[in-house]
Antibody, heavy 132, light 108 residues
């Protein structure tokens, strides 16, 4: 069965960096786009970043653009999120989630598959706490 | 960015009752691009409904989704004890993909 397991969370000081990972199994990793979604304590869900199946395209939310970098290693079925210049408002549980993209537009970014299954599998999350 | 507004914020119901949750978009969202998730405390979200009305794998048929104009609805026909949770809608029509703020279904 599909499994996504995040790791790498912890307590970090403002301005520092942290690298999150998501190990995938149970499906053909290199045929799916992958996402990071976060959830601040007691708050709702916020999509953070997406990477295409082959890693050639990436797209970020405005809140993390320029500070976070999404990447993937298809030889090891692993997704990463390199975070830098962390702020207290980045404190959240970070989830990886699988999705299917229909394509990618240079003008408008990623396009999800019409009628597709959105984010159909999620990991259990890893907590990042940014505090001095 | 498309803003999704969910109502009510909290729904207090008894097991066996019907739950109706609403999600309204600030801009047009095609029905092919609206999903609903369930989240229980300490757990990851679980996909319930995609493309507005299609049930995800292993989701009981008491869960259903529908659309009426700009409004999307998640209906739980008869609440089971395990259905008390927070529910989120999500649009994936236009990036950045966005979620509603959630509706908590609690035991009355």
């Amino acid at each position: 069965q599909v499994q996504l397991v995040e790791s790498g969370g912890g307590v970090v000081q403002p301005g520092r960096s942290l690298r999150l990972s998501c190990a995938a199994s149970g499906f053909t990793f290199n045929t799916y786009a992958m996402n990071w979604v976060r959830q601040a304590p007691g708050k709702g869900l916020e999509w953070v970043a997406v990477i295409s199946y082959d890693g050639s395209n990436k797209f970020y939310s405005d809140s993390v653009k320029g500070r976070f970098t999404i990447s993937r290693d298809n030889s090891n079925d692993t997704l990463h999120l390199q975070t830098s210049s962390l702020r207290p408002e980045d404190t959240a549980v970070y989830y990886c989630a699988r999705s299917e993209l229909a394509g990618w537009s240079a003008r408008s970014g990623p396009r999800m598959l019409r009628g597709g299954k959105a984010f159909d599998h999620w990991g259990q999350g890893t907590l990042v706490t940014v505090s001095s | 960015e498309i803003v999704l507004t969910q109502s009510p914020g909290t729904l207090s119901l008894s097991p066996g009752e019907r739950a109706t949750l609403s999600c309204r978009a600030s801009q047009s969202v095609s029905s092919g691009y609206l999903a609903w998730y369930q989240q229980k405390p300490g757990q990851a979200p679980r996909l319930l409904i995609y493309a507005a009305s299609s049930r995800a794998a292993d989701i009981p048929d008491r869960f259903s989704g529908s659309e009426s104009g700009a409004d999307f609805t998640l209906t739980i026909s008869r609440l089971e004890p395990e259905d008390f949770a927070v529910y989120y809608c999500q649009q994936y029509d236009s990036s950045p993909w966005t979620f509603g703020q959630g509706t908590k279904v609690e035991i009355k």
